[in-house]
């Protein structure tokens, strides 16, 4: 168990549906990332939160938004879901190091299919 | 810019035979490097990182990884493959100001008996 929860594991939905998923940090990160894993487009960078605010963007769609709450879990809206949207969804939390490196632990990943 | 790129998409090796998993990466400045293993069906997980310290890294289950500056790279290794060493593995690469992380596309490593 990396500390990083996500939910829900499995997602079945259909094109143009909307859904929610949600990940809570390990204790004491503030930072939330999200990225994508499919097979064409391997780990893509979606978008970061720290402590509540929109730290960077990646290849976000514009049918996705994304938000992180005061108690710092965060959740991904997909919306008018494509074919394309199945993917496995990763929500990582990271600890900045003494040298400015970020290192980011990894939740289990929530596998959307979209049919 | 930040770019990593992994030189094979698979590698084959028979157990107890050396691993050698090849990345190059491309960065502005001096960069904090990482390896991350993917079993099948889970998520990532942090094998070993590099951020200005020792150029040889240890992590865990046996791997290791050298940064060489002048080469750009920045190979993971094990000396003796185990059967459960099969997964993806992805290096990343990140720009010290840059709050993000760039992948690789991954090397499949498949381990025989």
């Known amino acids: 168990d990396s500390g990083v929860t996500q939910t829900p594991k499995h997602l079945i939905t259909a094109t143009g549906q909307r859904v929610t998923l949600r990940c809570s940090p390990r204790s004491g990160d503030l930072s939330v990332y999200w990225y994508q894993q499919s097979l064409d487009q391997g780990l893509q960078f979606l978008i970061q939160?720290?402590?509540?605010?929109?730290?960077a963007k990646g290849n976000i769609l514009e049918r996705f938004s994304a938000q992180q709450f005061p108690d710092l879990h965060s959740e991904l809206n997909l919306s008018s879901l494509e074919l394309g949207d199945s993917a496995l969804y990763f929500c990582?939390?990271?600890?900045?190091?003494?040298?400015?490196?970020?290192?980011?632990?990894f939740g289990a990943g929530s596998r959307l299919t979209v049919l | 810019a930040q770019s990593v790129t992994q030189l094979d998409s698979h590698v084959s090796v028979s157990e107890g035979t050396p691993v050698l998993l090849r990345c190059n990466y491309s960065?502005?400045?001096?960069?904090?490097l990482f390896w991350y293993v993917q079993h099948p069906n889970k998520g990532l997980q942090l094998l070993l990182k590099y951020t200005s310290a020792a150029t040889l890294v240890k992590g865990i289950n046996g791997f290791e990884a050298e940064f060489k500056k002048s080469e750009t790279s920045f190979h993971l290794t094990k000396p003796s493959a185990h059967m459960s060493d099969a997964a993806e593995y992805f290096c990343v690469v990140s720009d010290p100001g840059y709050s993000t992380l760039t992948f690789g596309k991954g090397t499949m490593l498949l381990v025989s008996p």
């Open positions: 939160y720290y402590n509540g605010e929109e730290r």
């Open positions: 990582a939390s990271s600890v900045r190091m003494s040298s400015g490196a970020n290192v980011l632990t």
């Open positions: 960065s502005s400045y001096s960069p904090s």
